[in-house]
């Protein structure tokens, strides 16, 4: 019910009722979505960079040619920004985000309908 959701603070504490007005209150439209951006969030958190380093690798992601002209794939930029920036800092290379990405991949098509998705779920993993 709008209104009726609680907000959470990273705490975890409850800070109350989301405004009437906001009906949805996601601006996600997928999970990976969510974890994408709650990851920036985290290197951020943790002094790996800064908000302006961030707000340059977004920008060059956004300003890209064949980016969507309505947003659509603007989680898309987020991303390939958050791997750009992890490459550049040197806290992943590109080779370590493709083989833990397929990794992902297939643990998410070993996982059954419904149950969450692990990581030990990939039939390679050992």
Same mark, same amino acid.
């Given at each position: 019910?709008?209104?009726?959701?609680?907000?959470? /603070?990273?705490?975890?504490? *409850?800070?109350?009722?989301? +405004?009437?007005?906001?009906? !949805?209150? #996601?601006?996600?439209?997928?999970? &990976?979505?969510?974890?994408?951006?709650?990851?920036?969030?985290?290197?951020?958190?943790?002094?790996?960079?800064?908000?302006?380093?961030? /707000?340059?690798?977004?920008? *060059?992601?956004?300003?890209? +040619?064949?980016?969507?002209? !309505?947003? #659509?794939?603007?989680?898309?930029? &987020?991303?390939?920004?958050?791997?750009?920036?992890?490459?550049?800092?040197?806290?992943?290379?590109?080779?370590?985000?493709?083989?833990? /990405?397929?990794?992902?991949?297939?643990?998410?098509?070993?996982?059954?309908?419904?149950?969450?998705?692990?990581?030990?779920?990939?039939?390679?993993?050992?």
């Amino acid at each position: 019910m709008p209104g009726r959701v609680i907000l959470n /603070a990273p705490d975890g504490r *409850a800070t109350g009722p989301l +405004p009437p007005e906001i009906s !949805d209150p #996601s601006p996600f439209a997928e999970p &990976w979505q969510a974890e994408a951006f709650a990851m920036v969030v985290g290197l951020h958190q943790r002094g790996l960079f800064d908000w302006s380093e961030w /707000a340059q690798a977004l920008s *060059a992601e956004l300003k890209r +040619p064949g980016v969507a002209a !309505d947003g #659509s794939d603007y989680y898309d930029c &987020w991303l390939r920004a958050l791997e750009a920036l992890m490459g550049e800092k040197q806290i992943a290379g590109r080779e370590e985000i493709d083989v833990l /990405a397929a990794a992902w991949s297939r643990a998410a098509h070993a996982t059954p309908h419904g149950k969450p998705i692990l990581l030990t779920n990939d039939p390679l993993a050992s």
